[in-house]
């Protein structure tokens, strides 16, 4: 058995008025922003989701229970932070991340080397471990037409302890 583990995430919020637009921990002016109880930065939630899965934490709902007041509007750069350090206690480090957003607007590319950056921050990594990229659906689905952002993310774990 080797000791590299493989984990994906995938994650939805639905946009609505009067929020926030949190990608990769990067807040970007757009005219509608995600729902969540945290700050439903939903492509740091599907990375977090990918390490937990590739290091058998479970999930990010069993992490943070959106139940649990601690957790509202909180940043979700914060809780990658605290998935990082348990990834770590369990011996594992990150050999890479490899993200995507799928929204139909804004223009997420002035933006994605900021996202990889702050991943990569908050996990302790070099930045060139971490890829975030973004497409949009072709105007199909609820992310085609503006209803809510989806993020997929695979990563990529070592067992170095
Ligand atoms: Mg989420």
């Known amino acids: 058995m080797t000791g590299l583990r493989i984990g994906h995430g995938y994650d939805v919020h ?3 008025e009067g929020r926030r637009l949190v990608l990769g921990g990067v807040e970007i002016p757009w005219e509608k922003g995600l729902l969540g109880h945290s700050d ?5 939630h599907a990375v977090m989701d990918a390490l937990s899965g ?3 934490l479970g999930d990010i ?18 809780l990658l932070r605290e998935v990082g350090r348990l990834l770590g206690k369990k011996g594992f480090a990150v050999v890479n991340v490899d993200a995507v957003l799928l929204a139909q607007a804004p223009k997420i590319a002035p933006y994605k080397a900021r996202m990889a950056e702050n991943l990569a921050a908050a996990l302790g990594v070099e ?3 971490v890829n975030v990229k973004a497409t949009t ?17 695979v990563v990529l774990l070592e067992k170095i302890l």
């Open 14 to 16: 639905r946009l609505t």
């Open 40 to 44: 439903a930065d939903v492509l740091t």
């Open 54 to 56: 590739a290091a058998r």
């Open 61 to 78: 709902g069993k992490l943070f229970p959106d139940t649990d007041p601690a957790y509202q509007d909180i940043s979700s750069l914060k």
């Open 127 to 129: 930045a060139e471990q």
């Open 137 to 153: 659906e072709e105007g199909l689905g609820f992310t085609g037409d503006g209803s809510g952002m989806a993020a997929h993310a």
